[in-house]
């Protein structure tokens, strides 16, 4: 994500840039929501509550301005959110000064050592699909590498019923095969089946949940 040889929206550079361009303006940020993802909050209904512990350590990818981040702070777990954009990681912290010291500037491709296997559930929303194909393995990988044993990673993208091709995005949907196969690579398997969705703009999305075993 921080070689030069990859195309620029593929770059760190290429996402600090969109934030600080935007110049405090969310609408100027194609991605940014002032509201959680609508996945995340069902999941975190239904679902989380049977799997991990209020108070466990949350890592939240790519944060971005933060909703999904003050949605999962909200509901009273550890939250470390973290984003490649110095610029994103200052605004979420305006956004949320009470917790400022959640929001943490660090790259997913080389995060600090004492994360590796730290967290209890790793959340991903829509991050993988803003890579390229060929980088969404190692980015499951390099999710993957933050959970900790028996710990789960919860992934939310785009979907596609086929592989995606580098020169068609972004966004870059993987198929819930490339996903589970990623994930499976990395040690980690599905818990429960993979929900495969239409969202409420008639978007194709997935949400899985990958687990640890030790």
């Not at 979420?92 to 559930?121: C, I, K, M, N, T």
């Not at 991050?127 to 980088?135: D, F, K, R, S, T």
């Not at 870059?172 to 429960?192: I, R, Y």
Request: aromatic share 8%.
């Amino acid at each position: 994500m921080t070689t030069t040889t990859e195309p620029l929206a593929t770059t760190v550079d290429y996402f600090e840039s969109v934030y600080a361009e935007a110049a405090g303006d969310a609408g100027r940020v194609p991605w940014a929501s002032p509201h959680p993802s609508k996945a995340l909050v069902n999941w975190l209904n239904a679902v989380a509550p049977t799997l991990i512990r209020c108070g466990a350590r949350v890592a939240v990818a790519g944060c971005g301005l933060g909703a999904d981040a003050r949605e999962v702070i909200r509901r009273g777990f550890d939250v470390t959110a973290f984003d490649c954009s110095a610029t994103a990681v200052a605004w979420a912290r305006g956004l949320d000064p009470d917790h400022a010291e959640s929001y943490v500037q660090a790259d997913l491709f080389g995060p600090p050592g004492r994360w590796v296997r730290r967290f209890d559930l790793v959340i991903d929303i829509n991050n993988i699909q803003a890579l390229q194909p060929h980088l969404h393995r190692d980015a499951v990988a390099a999710l993957s590498r933050l959970v900790a044993s028996h710990g789960y990673l919860l992934a939310i993208c785009r979907g596609s019923a086929r592989p995606a091709r580098d020169d068609e995005g972004p966004p870059w949907p993987p198929t819930e095969d490339e996903l589970v196969h990623a994930a499976s690579e990395a040690g980690l398997s599905p818990q429960g089946q993979v929900c495969c969705f239409t969202d409420d703009q008639d978007v194709p999305r997935i949400r899985a949940v990958f687990r640890r075993g030790s």
